[in-house]
């Protein structure tokens, strides 16, 4: 029988991205012992796939690529002090007396961390093509963009041609131009509101400099084929017709939602009936709001991390 390791520390940061990443740093800097882990076996999050320019104008005075980005992060964080344990995954998170108590699964087995604060950077979620209620199939050659972004960046995956693009978020933009770069057929994209979502600056890098066909007041009521995609039915709205477009691949761009899944059940009632999460709980980065700009997220881990620091040391 093994037995399960115990760690104590004062702070815990969960998720070693942008946000986490600097929270650690800071808070480290600041005095304070603590432990950083990430399910990742590699520092970022999802920089590492965000292998274009425009990451650290504000932070660093220069245009970097997002892993140019994140080993400039990653020098700071190994040099601050706070312990790293990379291929870590929180399971759970608890209070236990007056601070509380996380359970992770990491190589060694399974572990827990007694903490005083933590942080949740874990980053966000993609909202799924499948929250939308279409009728049809649901066939393979579907992806979120972002999941295309690590399959095409991280894994060198071809994950087809001619793709139709539903939504227009940052992320769905980039890899429309990121398609066009590799030779592949974009059939457009499509989004549901009068104008394209997103940063302008995408707009006109991403969208009008790669000549991406836009339909605007479209969106797709059905998937056709099983097993492999072979076509979507669009709605045209305005017009109120119905169109069949061939497509080998689909992807989403839908929006993101912070990913607070482990202060689930966590939410306390006070003495005057407000409903807030326990004193000992923080959120930074894409966890606590979806952030357009890398450099933001890292800057409000730095402050919440040197915050956390001087309360536990004051
Ligand atoms: C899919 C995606 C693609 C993006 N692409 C671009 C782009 O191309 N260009 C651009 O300018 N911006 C892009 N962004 C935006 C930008 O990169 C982010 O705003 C910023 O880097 C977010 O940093 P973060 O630390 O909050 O989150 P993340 O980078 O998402 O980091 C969160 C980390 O937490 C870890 N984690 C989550 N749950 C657990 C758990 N239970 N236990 C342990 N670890 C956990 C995750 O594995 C991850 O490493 C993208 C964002 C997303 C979500």
């Known amino acids: 029988m093994t037995s399960v390791k115990r760690y104590k520390t004062e702070i815990l940061v969960i998720g070693c991205g942008a946000a986490g990443m600097a929270c650690a740093s800071a808070a480290a800097e ?68 007056d601070a509380g108590k996380a359970l992770l699964s990491h190589p060694g087995g399974i572990c827990e961390v007694y903490f005083m604060e933590c942080v949740l950077a874990t980053g966000c979620l993609e909202r799924s093509i499948w929250s939308l209620g ?30 139709f693009i539903l939504g227009s ?54 998937i056709h084929g099983y097993p492999h995609l072979t076509g979507v039915t669009v709605h045209h709205i305005d017009t109120d017709e119905y169109e069949y477009i061939e497509c080998e691949t689909l992807i989403s761009s839908l929006g993101l939602i912070p990913d607070k899944s482990l202060a689930d059940g966590l939410m306390i009632t006070d003495a005057n009936g407000n409903k807030a999460y326990p004193e000992w709980l923080h959120f930074c980065g894409n966890a606590d709001y979806v952030h357009d700009i890398t450099d933001s997220a890292s800057s409000q881990g730095e402050k919440l991390g040197r915050m956390l620091a001087n309360k536990l040391h004051q």
């Open 30 to 97: 600041t005095g304070a012992s603590v432990i950083a882990a990430d399910e990742r076996k590699t520092s970022g999050g999802v920089l590492p796939q965000c292998v274009h320019k425009g990451f650290g104008l504000g932070r660093y005075g220069k245009e970097m690529t997002g892993p140019e980005y994140n080993e400039e992060e990653y020098r700071h964080f190994e040099n601050s002090g706070a312990v790293y344990m990379p291929g870590s995954r929180v399971l759970s998170i608890s209070s236990e007396g």
């Open 169 to 222: 978020g940052d992320i769905g933009q980039i890899m429309a131009r990121r398609f066009r770069q590799l030779g592949k057929t974009v059939i457009c994209m499509a989004e549901i509101k009068d104008h394209l979502g997103g940063m302008k600056r995408n707009q006109e890098e991403c969208i009008k400099a790669y000549d991406i066909p836009v339909m605007l007041r479209t969106t797709i009521t059905e």
């Open 134 to 163: 279409l009728a049809g199939t649901r066939p393979l050659g579907v992806y979120t963009a972002g999941e295309a972004q690590e399959m095409i960046e991280l894994g060198g995956y071809d994950i087809g041609d001619r793709i």
